[in-house]
């Protein structure tokens, strides 16, 4: 069974404004659950403290989203759980996809086709929303992708989504252990469309076409690659 412990994480004890909000709503509709926060220094110390044989290639990436998503993926594999990014504004409690695929051990999402068609890819495996059952044997297929392109550069391939997605195409093993769900799940509209919605109103828009199976609205905020806003 999944534990209902919910991982989010952010630079420091405050996240700006709107994705404060974010996780203020994942709070107050998961009351049950263990909440998890992640600052950049407990989650150095957390690889210090389990995973100390990574502590070298997490100290050495260039760029703190790469620690950010090799450090989900311990969390993951270490407690279980949920983890959801930031930037994921919830819309229904996860209890409800839980009970839905009750039988599975690994979720991840695919993100939506525009993206694929952007970045000329069959498919993406997004990182920003994933659930586990902890010590589960796939991790240790990503940690061990991890340490093979400790040295590469683009986030994207080094530690992100183009890694998971790597993995699940060239991994019978990986890609028989993970439960890959429809975008709707939590990307119910592409980058392209929620970046249009830059006022409450048009927000709001969005959330009125949210269809049933949508636990959480991706907002993809990218805040390692652009300021976040209000």
């Keep these: 069974m999944l534990p209902r412990i ?22 107050r509709l998961h009351p049950g659950w263990t909440y ?11 690889v210090a403290d389990h995973y100390p044989w990574f502590l070298e290639t997490y100290d ?9 998503d090799a450090v989900r993926y311990l969390w993951m594999s270490h407690f279980g759980g949920v983890y959801a990014d930031l930037d994921l504004e919830p819309v229904r409690p996860v209890d409800q996809l839980l009970r839905s695929t009750e039988d599975a051990q690994l979720l991840m999402v695919r993100e939506p086709a525009a993206h694929c068609l952007l970045h000329g890819r069959p498919l993406i495996v997004s990182n ?3 659930a586990s059952t902890p010590r589960h044997p796939a991790w240790q297929e990503v940690f061990d992708l991890l340490n093979q392109r400790r040295d590469w550069l683009d986030p994207l ?8 997605t790597d993995l699940y195409l ?21 980058k392209f469309e929620a970046w249009v919605a830059t006022d409450v109103a048009s927000r709001e828009k969005l959330r009125g076409r949210v269809p049933r199976e949508t636990i959480a609205i991706h907002h993809w905020v990218g805040s390692w690659w652009r300021e976040p806003r209000g």
């Design 6 to 27: 919910l991982h989010q994480t952010w630079k420091n004890a405050a996240p700006p404004g709107r994705l404060a909000s974010f996780q203020a709503a994942w709070r």
């Design 36 to 46: 998890q926060f992640w600052t950049d220094e407990t989650a150095r110390m957390f």
């Design 60 to 68: 050495g990436y260039p760029t703190p989203i790469m620690r950010v």
């Design 128 to 130: 920003a929303f994933i």
């Design 157 to 164: 391939a080094a530690t992100g989504p183009f890694l998971l």
């Design 170 to 190: 060239g991994s019978s093993d990986f890609r028989a252990a993970l439960r890959l769900l429809d975008p709707m799940v939590t990307s119910p509209f592409d």
